[in-house]
């Protein structure tokens, strides 16, 4: 099992950046995808990035391509998300998430993750 622990939220206005991390309990956090979901109020969480075991295989939903990037540090078991360009749509609780899959290179569908962070708010002024 794994705890994830997620930091780097805040208040920042359409055009500025910000970059999250999330650090994960325990050993084994290389044998965890990872990735990152975003839940605007009154909406169901959104899968925008993820990342493979592997560390060079990603996935980002349309919307933030180009704009977020994940990357993870295995010696500091932590993934991050950096936001840059942010626009008010990006605002939301940002959850990260780890998967217990097979594949080494491989990032795992939005329904296929096991452990869940708290959260951290992003708001994004207009």
């Known amino acids: 099992q794994v705890q994830l622990v997620e930091s780097g939220g805040g208040l920042v206005q359409a055009g500025g950046s910000l970059r999250l991390s999330c650090t994960a309990s325990?050993?084994?956090?290389?044998?965890?995808?990872l990735g990152w979901f975003r839940q605007a109020p009154g909406k169901e969480r959104e899968f925008e990035a993820g990342?493979?075991?592997?560390?060079?295989?990603?996935y980002y939903q349309d919307s933030v391509k180009g704009r977020f990037t994940i990357s993870r540090d295995d010696a500091k078991n932590t993934v991050y998300l950096r936001m840059d360009n942010l626009k008010p749509e990006d605002t939301g609780v940002y959850y990260c998430a780890a998967s217990k899959v097979a594949g080494w290179g491989y990032v795992p569908g939005p329904n296929s993750y096991d452990y869940w962070g708290q959260g951290t708010q992003v708001t994004v002024s207009s």
């Open positions: 325990g050993r084994a956090f290389t044998t965890y995808a």
């Open positions: 990342i493979s075991r592997s560390g060079d295989i990603t």
